[in-house]
């Protein structure tokens, strides 16, 4: 059964910087896309990045510019840069896989930005 575990999430005051990790318990390479989503209180989980099996990458507007989506195929992990943090990007960060019609998440990592 696929598992994934999030890490690196935690309090940062506005204008700093986090790197999450995802690690990933198969190859990358046999998912279509792996992804990063985000929720808050009160809200529906949303789209924050994507990278599909090409390295193609796809980023919500409210990250582009500041969040990188990365991938290690050696240590089975997917990464999420995330720059120039703001109050608005609190919430629980989930890491997704997907191919065909398995979706598989982690179960989350907390960040919290102060301003």
């Known amino acids: 059964q696929v598992q994934l575990v999030e890490s690196g999430g935690g309090l940062v005051q506005a204008g700093e910087s986090l790197r999450l990790s995802c690690v990933v318990s198969?190859?990358?390479?046999?998912?279509?896309?792996v992804a990063w989503h985000r929720q808050t209180p009160g809200k529906e989980r949303e789209f924050v990045a994507r990278?599909?099996?090409?390295?193609?990458?796809e980023y919500a507007d409210s990250v582009t510019g500041r969040f990188t989506i990365s991938r290690n195929y050696a240590k089975k992990t997917v990464y999420l840069q995330m720059n120039s943090l703001r109050p608005e990007d609190t919430g629980v960060y989930y890491c997704?896989?997907?191919?065909?019609?398995?979706?598989?998440w982690g179960q989350g990592t907390q960040v919290t930005v102060s301003s």
């Open positions: 997704r896989a997907s191919r065909g019609l398995l979706t598989k």
């Open positions: 990278m599909i099996a090409s390295g193609n990458t």
């Open positions: 198969e190859s990358i390479a046999s998912f279509t896309f």
